[in-house]
């Protein structure tokens, strides 16, 4: 085991898009954990976009990050030493930790996770926040119908391909929109979309979205906000369900959004639009675990990983989200 301890400290707060010099590592002793407590190294760790939330200093549903202290998210990790009884050297763990070679945990923020067919990364992302994301996101607000057409935007991060895979479970029309031909012709190809839309080429956002929903939009599942879901709204039917789950494309935004709001097709089609977040489902987290994992071992729901190699390059990897690099989630293996 190391004798040093790496961890990486926000050090001030993003203006725009954030850079490399907002963050800093630091070295120190690798801690030693006290009575109830355990000694957890890193082996793989998150980074996700709500985290942009976060490096700024204003009141949302989490606290923001404070300032010259270690970023906390999550990881999947050893017990190297314990004095809790609850923990075992050699489990392996899943929890909200630092972004650091080894954290010190009381037990309350991290839970045991099994070692069996199912990679262990997958606690990090389809067994792990972005699979209940898409689970109760898309099932409780959306309520898809079978025959009815869901569009997904940012359809090939972590939340977005699961929400398309579950779609189709249900027997809908699905339409992925994504970054990149690659992405699009994952999600058409590996995992079962039947339309896709390359924001970034299109030269008609609307006109796309419309070729590919013949039958208009029921349900929109939305990670991304901005003009493409100006688009979205023009063509959704009567009755619609919009799920608000990010919007990504504002969290670099340095003034607040003032384009015209597009909510009054809301009023027109009598449609319904919710924001929410994966904790408020959190008393229900077992059993969409158990729906997942029950579809990802019988096959029926694919993942795809995007891992980046050492902690050192953790800020590059965050960075990287915003630049669309990702297909799938984006992970950080820091040990074996």
């Known amino acids: 085991m190391s004798e040093l301890n790496r961890s990486i400290y926000l050090?001030?707060?993003?203006?725009?898009?954030?850079?490399?010099?907002?963050?800093?590592?630091?070295?120190?002793?690798?801690?030693?954990?006290?009575?109830?407590?355990?000694l957890v190294q890193t082996m793989y760790l998150s980074v996700d976009p709500y985290m942009r939330g976060r490096m700024r200093d204003v009141k949302s549903y989490v606290p923001p990050f404070p300032l010259n202290e270690v970023i906390v998210g999550g990881v999947v990790g050893r017990v190297v030493e314990s004095k809790n009884p609850n923990f075992a050297k050699g489990d392996i763990i899943a929890g909200m930790l630092g972004w650091s070679d080894y954290s010190i945990s009381n037990g309350k923020n991290i839970k045991k996770i099994e070692?069996?067919?199912?990679?262990v990364t997958h606690a990090l992302g389809i067994l792990g926040m972005p699979g209940l994301t898409a689970y109760f996101g898309l099932l409780e607000i959306g309520k898809p119908k079978e025959g009815e057409t869901v569009v997904v935007s940012g359809a090939a991060g972590a939340v977005g391909m699961v929400v398309g895979q579950i779609a189709k479970l249900k027997g809908c029309r699905v339409v992925g929109i994504a970054g990149t031909d690659e992405k699009?012709?994952?999600?058409?190809?590996?995992?079962?979309?039947?339309?896709?839309?390359?924001y970034?080429?299109?030269?008609?956002?609307?006109?796309?979205?419309?070729?590919?929903?013949?039958?208009?939009?029921?349900?929109?599942?939305?990670?991304?906000?901005?003009?493409?879901?100006?688009?979205?709204?023009?063509?959704?039917?009567?009755q619609a369900r919009i799920v608000i789950c990010g919007q990504i494309s504002a969290y670099n935004m340095e003034k607040p959004d003032l384009r015209p709001n597009p909510f009054t097709q809301l009023l027109i089609k009598s449609a319904m639009a919710k924001g929410f977040i994966a904790s408020d489902f959190a008393n229900r987290n077992q059993e969409g675990l158990a729906q997942l994992t029950e579809w990802v071992t019988q096959g029926k729901l694919k993942f795809k990983e995007n891992v980046v190699e050492g902690l050192e390059n953790t800020v590059e990897?965050?960075?990287?989200?915003?630049?669309?690099?990702?297909?799938?989630?984006?992970?950080?293996?820091?040990?074996d």
């Not at 050090?11 to 006290?34: H, I, W, Y």
């Not at 796309?208 to 208009?216: F, I, R």
Request: charged fraction near 20%; glycine fraction near 10%.
């Open 317 to 335: 990897a965050f960075l990287g989200l915003f630049r669309g690099e990702n297909l799938g989630k984006q992970l950080v293996k820091v040990h």
């Open 200 to 238: 970034k080429t299109t030269t008609n956002m609307r006109q796309s979205l419309a070729e590919a929903c013949p039958n208009g939009i029921d349900v929109y599942f939305d990670n991304v906000g901005g003009e493409i879901t100006d688009a979205v709204l023009t063509l959704i039917n009567y």
């Open 11 to 38: 050090v001030s707060r993003p203006e725009g898009m954030p850079e490399k010099s907002n963050f800093k590592t630091v070295e120190s002793p690798v801690p030693q954990p006290a009575e109830g407590e355990v």
């Open 115 to 119: 070692t069996g067919a199912i990679p």
């Open 184 to 198: 699009n012709e994952y999600l058409r190809s590996e995992l079962g979309f039947d339309a896709t839309v390359n």
